[in-house]
């Protein structure tokens, strides 16, 4: 009924409710409700206006209104978040028109000015009715939750569920608005150690504890591997690699452990490398409670002082952990690649292995880098060696077809055991982190390809071309700062704009200007429709390495096992059939994860902050508006330097050169300019640290009393 209604409004502008239940010819009251529902949820979905003041519903995309969810801001304001493609849309208080934080909305346009593009809501369609994080307070005898978004959520007394003020809870919205509310769970003081970071875990939607259905189904997993289970599994065709030389890097405190790896030469020279991945399959059948919370999770977050497994750990640490010197059930991708770093040969198999030790990439690195051999090293230094050739040959090969090389500004927060931090460091990927990088990406894309070309469903780790506006206005930016970068005027390869970035290394802003390219970046996602991987340079990419903490790796193992072991026409169908939702619901979880890291993050930066308040910092500009600029600090801490605080002048912001001018001196700061600050304020509550330029004391150059001058 639904495409027959759009059919019908296609057609014609408007229409009451008669005039489609006539032009459909429906005769019956039942069929008169059905399609009164039918125009509701077409109307939620943002594909038909219904307007109330002349009854009548048209389509959206003939309208002058727009559809986009709100993100409300703690001051008041607002910006409707449309679509990648366009820039968001600001919305003044006065024009929210009783539209909360997350709703979906029809807004239209005030100013449409490309730069600063203001709007104002015409209708919500779709409320938010999921719970959210706030802070228990009490004014006049009544209780409330401050959520820093919007208004404070009323919370009647009978609905306090023990809450008392300074608590830090979870309230679901009642039926009867928005803004009254009834407290669910309290997670703890707002001054008790850990409850900041799990105000974030619980805004997401993640939980920090496994429901007693999943800890009741562990029970029934084994905590080693049996002999018997081996002999089984030998038994099913699952081949035996104990005898080889297999070992694990990571990092020092890493406990879950999805890939090991190994290296042997055939006898026309070319390497042949396994990449031997944890076979969390094997224990987490489909439809079990343990793999309904792992899909719930979609991902492991790693937080500054804890980790939300995906799995429980008993697997996460345990059984399925490819620990040192224990037999565990693996998924082998085998690879025989050439001296250019091509594949010629690869095998996908499951497998048993045992690793022979533990590395860690700090140990690795001296090996590699320095050559010293730590102690217990000793008898696979000449294999890391040799991995560390086919690595660089790896990576050439990934270079030259456009692979691009973004700088990390990813941080190391080190805490203390009250989890105040005390030490950010920015985390450097070396050569042992790339050797791994550079492995795992080989094997990802062998795998993925084993899918694609034999036409099967899959799921893929997708990354679109970026979006052409913001690349014309970073190379626009590029010419009116004077930074001269031959090749195409036009991106339309990865190959291309490598070619970009390559010219601006040597450059003191290249991180930032490497920044500025990564937000003109489309954002990487799962789908069932393998559309390449722009980033990596790369036609078919997916994630097979890591099951332990992602769902959509342990999705890609049961698909090989069902093709390779289990093919029917019916499982193809199933498949296909199903994995378009579950590709979204991995990117979105994908999403929330990072953007929980993130919030914590950008958090204990500031409360880092706070106890640095009056001390001076190099950083570099990182963003201009006008209200002021953003600087960077080579520890990450991004902070915030107001223009009314910028002394000497009145400064007018300059949108094509990223840069705040002075209107009299035409002094200027300028995206990427190196400058020194000085920190006047950090709140750990709005994770928001402010900076003031810096200008050093100019000596007094009139005489000291007692001394003469010199002429």
């Known amino acids: 009924m639904k495409e ?14 008669m005039d489609i239940n006539n032009l459909l010819s429906l005769t019956t009251l039942d069929e008169y409700k059905t399609l009164q529902n039918n125009l509701d949820e077409l109307v939620s979905d943002g594909v038909l206006y219904y ?12 309208s002058h209104l727009l559809k986009g969810v709100l993100d409300l801001n703690e001051k008041g304001f607002g910006f409707i978040i449309v679509g990648k493609d366009t820039k968001d849309v600001y919305v003044n208080e006065k024009n929210l028109n009783g539209a909360e934080d997350e709703d979906t909305v029809l807004f239209e346009y005030i100013n449409k000015d490309e730069n600063h593009p203001e709007g104002r809501i015409i209708k919500v369609i779709k409320k938010n009715l ?6 228990v307070i009490k004014e006049n005898s009544e209780y409330f939750v401050r959520t820093g978004k919007g208004k404070d959520i009323y919370v009647p007394k009978d609905y306090l569920n023990g809450a008392v003020e300074g608590h830090v809870v979870v309230v679901e919205p009642l039926k009867e608005g928005r803004r009254i509310g009834k407290i669910t769970k309290i997670i703890g003081h707002k001054n008790d150690v850990g409850v900041d970071i799990l105000s974030f875990v619980y805004e997401y939607n993640f939980r920090p504890e496994f429901p007693i259905e999943v800890t009741n189904e562990l029970d029934s997993i084994p905590l080693f591997l049996e002999d018997s289970v081996i002999d089984e599994e030998l038994s099913r065709g699952r081949r ?19 890939d090991a790896i190994s290296l042997e030469k055939d006898d026309k020279g070319n390497y042949v490398l396994g990449v031997h991945i944890a076979d969390v399959s094997y224990y987490v059948k489909e439809g079990t409670e343990i793999d309904k919370e792992a899909y719930f999770r979609g991902t492991s977050v790693y937080l500054v002082d804890r980790v939300l497994p995906m799995l429980p750990h008993k697997l996460s640490n345990g059984i399925c952990s490819l620990n040192e010197n224990e037999d565990r059930l693996s998924m082998t991708c085998m690879m025989t690649i050439d001296h250019n770093g091509n594949v010629i040969h690869y095998d996908i198999y499951p497998s048993i292995i045992r690793s022979r030790k533990k590395m860690t990439y700090d140990n690795v690195n001296l090996i590699l880098e320095d050559n010293k051999v730590p102690e217990g090293y000793e008898e696979f230094k000449d294999i890391l060696l040799d991995m560390f050739e086919l690595s660089k ?13 973004f700088e990390s500004d990813e941080a190391k927060i080190i805490v203390d055991d009250k989890c105040h931090p005390l030490e950010i460091q920015r985390r450097m990927q070396r050569s042992g982190e790339q050797l791994i990088e550079n492995f795992m990406i080989v094997a990802n894309e062998t795998v993925a390809s084993s899918i694609f070309y034999k036409n099967l469903p899959g799921i893929y780790r997708v990354h679109d071309k970026p979006n052409e506006k913001r690349l014309e206005e970073f190379l626009k930016f590029l010419s009116l700062h004077g930074y001269v970068v031959t090749g195409k005027n036009k991106v339309e390869t990865s190959k291309d704009l490598q070619k970009i970035l390559n010219q601006l290394e040597d450059v003191p802003e290249a991180i930032v200007l490497h920044d500025m390219a990564i937000r003109c970046q489309a954002k990487a996602k799962y789908t069932d429709i393998n559309i390449g991987h722009f980033g990596l340079g790369s036609k078919c990419y997916s994630h097979f390495t890591s099951p332990i903490r992602r769902y959509p790796d342990l999705i890609l193992h049961r698909l090989i096992k069902d093709y390779n072991y ?7 169908e199933r498949n296909r059939e199903v ?21 914590v993050d950008d958090m204990k930066k500031a409360e880092y902050m706070m106890d640095h308040i009056g001390e001076v910092y190099d950083g570099i500009i990182s963003g201009v508006q006008e209200f002021g600029i953003f600087v960077e600090l080579d520890n990450t801490v991004e902070g915030l330097i107001k223009n009314e605080n910028i002394k000497g002048d009145y400064f007018v912001y300059n949108p094509d050169m990223l840069a705040l001018i002075g209107k009299r001196t035409n002094k200027r700061y300028m995206f990427g300019d190196r400058i020194k600050v000085q920190v006047v304020g950090a ?24 001394h003469k001058s010199k002429k």
């Open 4 to 17: 027959r209604i759009i059919d019908i409004l296609t057609n014609n502008t408007s229409l009451t409710i």
């Open 51 to 62: 307007s109330d003041k002349k009854k009548k519903y048209l389509l959206l995309e003939n």
């Open 130 to 135: 999921e719970p959210v994080v706030g802070e």
């Open 240 to 258: 035996d690699l104990r005898d080889k030389v297999i070992f694990t890097i990571d990092g020092a405190d890493t406990k879950d452990i999805d």
């Open 393 to 405: 040959i790896l990576r050439k090969k990934m270079v030259n077809r456009g692979y691009i090389e």
């Open 566 to 572: 289990n093919y029917s026409e019916k499982i193809i």
């Open 579 to 599: 994995l378009p939702e579950m590709s979204e619901h991995c990117s979105i979880r994908e999403v929330e994860a990072q953007n929980c890291e993130r919030d």
């Open 683 to 706: 709140d750990k509550d709005k994770a928001q640290v402010d900076f003031i330029i810096y200008e050093e004391k100019k000596e007094n150059n009139k005489n000291k009393k007692g």
